[in-house]
């Protein structure tokens, strides 16, 4: 079973490569058939090294049919975004806004080689910046075509259009807007370390059942490696899909991906918190009041987290910028949460190690709370960052960003817990299995009465 769970993950990768070398545009394609409405089609974000749109079906029964394209460069864009599918601005004003547009394909039933009438764009500019496309015919109610008499009166007005947009570049980079450019790569990269991570975890954990030697805070370590790797390969398959079949993205993967995500986070807190508390290293780790506020915050952080990525990130329109969920009003009383675990994580932990004699356990939470301090006051940071980068690159940066700082924290606590016999937390343990200190979630009377005790020497007094 083992052997077929490896070979399905290799095809899933070996797949997602081969998908992102197939083709090289992204191709939008659908009808018109309201006159005298602007229609928003699309958004893309070309590159400062350039790109094309290739216009390679243009049917229309009016010769009036337009397909626009608007820079953010124009003076009009914030206008446009705002009235998106609004009203205030006319039809006529809109178009008017244009920085170029295609008319439709001249018919010539002699004309067989429709790659000729293909029409392209090239796209030059300073810096990577977004367009918007859209197509409008400002002419008012439904058409006759031709005069007179004839199989031509009386037919319904439509428009058909199919066009191409792609960015310079290698075979995934052409496909993708310039925003969500290096995205793919970086997670499969990740993928790649977390499966390392994972082999790693396991490995660590069998050396320290060897020794007869707690490894807890491993197992539950690899619950959280699970959880983003889920995140990652759902991540994945919406660039796949996005990248094999020319555009359309699988919105629930990309939904279920972010939950995931979100769930890894909230997991990891807990992991932190707990460990910090004593889990696995100390006779009196488990407190009613400290288990109910670990699984509270971590709890809070994942069901806030999840309402306010679907009803403000999700729900939004496909026309917005990235929007990085917790830089959102909502979001930002999820950073309160965070402020308090900081505060709790840091105070807490402060006054537990003022408790012990044993210097091992004294440096051990040391710099264990340095150490995940940091990784805490890291995630409002990400949300500065997001706040004050430009929308053309947030999204790139901010995906990178969020999981390379969880890598580096997810490699230090297996540092941490490695099974070497010179390890702080090996030690700690070894005197702790020495002395036959059971580690419990809650201290029995025996362990009350041993704390009572007095004991020559004090490096052995556990929590």
């Known amino acids: 079973m083992k052997k077929i769970k490896i070979l399905k993950i290799i095809l899933l990768i070996v797949s997602c490569c081969t998908f992102f070398n197939i083709v090289n545009s992204i191709t939008v394609g659908g009808l018109y058939s309201t006159p005298g409405q602007w229609k928003f089609i699309t958004k893309f974000c070309f590159q400062d090294q350039g790109g094309h749109v290739i216009m390679k079906l243009f049917h229309s029964l009016s010769k009036d049919t337009k397909i626009l394209l608007y820079s953010d460069k124009n003076p009009n864009y914030n206008e446009l975004l705002d009235d998106i599918y609004g009203n205030k601005y006319s039809c006529e004003q809109k178009v008017s806004w244009n920085n170029y547009e295609f008319s439709p394909f001249v018919n010539n ?4 080689d429709w790659e000729s009438r293909m029409q392209v764009k ?7 910046r977004f367009w ?20 031509n009166v009386n037919k319904k007005y439509f428009a058909e259009y199919v066009f191409s947009l792609s960015n310079n570049g290698d075979h995934i980079d052409s496909v993708l807007s310039a925003d969500q450019q290096s995205i793919p790569q970086s997670q499969m990269f990740y993928f790649l370390l977390y499966i390392i991570m994972l082999a790693t975890t396991i490995v660590f954990i069998i050396l320290l059942k060897k020794k007869q030697l707690e490894s807890k805070v491993l197992q ?8 983003q790797l889920i995140s990652l390969v759902l991540f994945l398959a919406n660039w796949a899909t996005i990248i094999k079949y020319d555009g359309p993205e699988l919105k629930y993967a990309n939904l279920f991906g972010n939950i995931f995500s979100i769930l890894a986070n909230s997991l990891f807190v807990l992991l932190i918190l707990m460990v ?8 009196y780790y488990g407190s009613m009041i400290k288990r109910m506020v670990n699984l509270s915050v971590s709890g809070l952080l994942f069901v806030f987290g999840v309402l306010v990525y679907i009803f ?14 917790y830089d959102t009003y909502p979001g930002y009383a999820l950073l309160a949460i965070y402020v308090f675990i900081i505060f709790f994580f840091t105070i807490g932990n402060t006054l537990s190690r003022r408790k012990q004699n044993d210097e091992l356990k004294k440096k051990f939470i040391l710099i264990f709370t340095i150490i995940f301090t940091l990784w805490f006051v890291a995630q409002p940071m990400i949300v500065v960052c997001a706040h ?52 419990k979630d809650y201290p029995s009377s025996k362990e009350n009465s041993f704390k009572n005790e007095k004991v020559k020497n004090k490096k052995f007094v556990a929590f």
């Open 122 to 128: 090239s796209v030059m500019q300073q810096r990577d």
């Open 220 to 227: 539950f370590f690899i619950v959280v490696l699970l959880v």
């Open 388 to 439: 004050f980068t430009e929308p053309w690159v947030k999204f790139k940066v901010i995906s990178i960003l969020y999981q390379t700082i969880n890598a580096i924290f997810y490699i230090v606590l297996l540092i941490l817990f490695r099974p070497t016999k010179n390890n702080i937390v090996v030690k700690i343990l070894e005197s702790d299995d020495k002395f036959g200190l059971e580690i």
């Open 276 to 283: 910090g508390q004593g889990w696995t290293t100390s006779l």
């Open 132 to 151: 918007i496309v859209a197509i409008a015919d400002c002419e008012r109610g439904n058409r006759s075509i031709g005069g007179g008499t004839g199989s």
């Open 312 to 325: 403000v990130c999700y729900k939004a329109p496909e026309f917005n910028n990235y929007i990085y969920f």
């Open 109 to 112: 039933p002699n004309d067989l």
